[in-house]
């Protein structure tokens, strides 16, 4: 998205284009026609741009979104993606103005002509009506870098940067998480600079907990689909968050992270809240790591990252072992998988990595597991009981070696992270 390239336009704080009656004046009518046919031969869809709301633009007897249609427009002329949140549209707006002066049609969605409505531009509506719901934008925003200062909540708003004023997570389950706001609303968030342990949304009253959290909370399942989609989340520090990294007023921009682990615990107020583990996505390649033992860890987790795909496949010494150990067999369901050069498995850590679980890369906190069931256990999709039976999504006993000593604390710790205690 307009990385390194050099920009035509200038923006605004708000990420809005400056002089765009200017940028505008050499749209013609022909340039019109052309997005109008490029918009039909796109399926009536152009990204960011969501379908109008208020007005239809008129041709040929055919109704299209005004706004869509010009931003298409000014794409072309400027040879640059033109964003829906660059500039406003409806009624009094440049754009509508610009098709307006080309003697384009404009007709309020009820079918009246403008001119016929006989409105002062803006005056007679009142502002809900001309707010369209903004797009979600996942990754990087155009003119916002790291390290961008916005001086309150609502300044997030105009570039769809973070669209909620009331609630830290920017996300729903279907589409993912675009960003979050760390400001200091939850005690058990912990920030390590390059590493979040973030707190998921809901059960939360002026800053205490007065309630459980669920996975289905909109927020908290939008996180649980940007780590299985690997999608990079926006994460914005604010004052009140309490970290050497938290900006003296206002928000700053902390870059992209991925959400690398979820799972469920209870809270420093006694009860049950939804936790992630975030890393920095390392795409900012400028940026100077928060100091040095975070340098450190961030190598450590550098080491697990596999594509877009985040999950930990460790083929360490220990791994080794536990794999030989079993000759490759699911513990689960005992399938051990033939590949070209000889047999695959993982070894899956009951108790994971990394903070703040710390688990142990030892033998004891090993599982020799096929890719289906390594996944199955790291989403909690089941777990083992002390008599080594299996809760949640798996039938029948764990399959343990007679020299393979699991330390039962793991399990213990893997059912009490996935509700399963
Ligand atoms: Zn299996």
New binding site residues.
């Given amino acids: 998205m307009g990385k390194g390239k050099l920009m035509k336009y200038e923006l605004d704080v708000s990420n809005r284009l400056k002089n765009l009656m200017q940028l505008a004046a050499p749209i013609t009518v022909a340039d019109i026609e052309a997005s109008i046919k490029r918009f039909v031969l796109n399926n009536r869809e152009v990204e960011t741009y969501a379908d109008s709301t208020g007005y239809d633009l008129i041709y040929d007897g055919e109704r299209y979104p005004p706004k869509a249609i010009f931003g298409l427009a000014l794409s072309s002329i400027l040879d640059e993606q033109i964003h829906s949140y660059h500039f406003t549209g409806g009624l009094g707006s440049e754009c509508f103005k610009v098709l307006t002066r080309l003697n384009f049609e404009i007709v309020s969605k009820v079918g009246r002509p403008i001119k016929e409505l006989g409105l002062t531009p803006e005056s007679k509506f009142p502002k809900e009506t001309r707010k369209t719901k903004r797009p979600m934008i996942i990754g990087d925003i155009p003119g916002i870098r790291e390290g961008h200062y916005f001086k309150d909540r609502k300044e997030m708003m105009p570039s769809s940067f973070h669209r909620v004023w009331t609630s830290g997570i920017d996300g729903n389950g279907k589409q993912g998480t675009a960003a979050i706001v760390l400001s200091g609303g939850y005690s058990d968030d912990a920030d390590y600079g390059d590493e979040i342990v973030y707190t998921g949304a809901g059960g939360n009253k002026e800053g205490k907990q007065v309630g459980d959290q669920t996975w289905l909370q909109p927020g908290n399942a939008g996180l649980l689909t940007s780590m299985d989609q690997g999608l990079a989340v926006r994460v914005i520090r604010g004052h009140q968050h309490k970290s050497p990294y938290s900006p003296k007023s206002g928000y700053s921009y902390a870059g992209l992270y991925r959400v690398v682990d979820a799972w469920q615990e209870v809270g420093n107020e006694g009860f049950r809240i939804c936790r992630y583990r975030l890393v920095y996505s390392d795409e900012n390649p400028d940026r100077i790591p928060s100091d040095n033992t975070n340098l450190e860890y961030l190598k450590k987790t550098n080491e697990r990252r596999a594509g877009s795909i985040l999950r930990l496949v460790r083929d360490t010494k220990i791994s080794k072992s536990i794999k030989k150990l079993y000759a490759h067999q699911?513990q689960?369901?005992g399938?051990a998988i033939r590949t070209k050069n000889g047999f695959y498995s993982e070894g899956a850590h009951i108790k994971p990595l990394g903070r703040p679980h710390d688990g142990d890369d030892s033998v004891d906190n090993l599982l020799c597991?096929?890719p289906?069931?390594h996944v199955m256990f790291d989403k909690g999709m089941f777990s083992v009981d002390d008599d080594f039976t299996f809760l949640g999504d798996a039938e029948g006993r764990l399959i343990v070696h007679p020299n393979h000593h699991i330390n039962l604390e793991n399990f213990k710790y893997h059912r009490s992270s996935h509700g399963y205690d």
């Fill in positions: 699911c689960v369901c399938t597991l096929c289906n069931h």
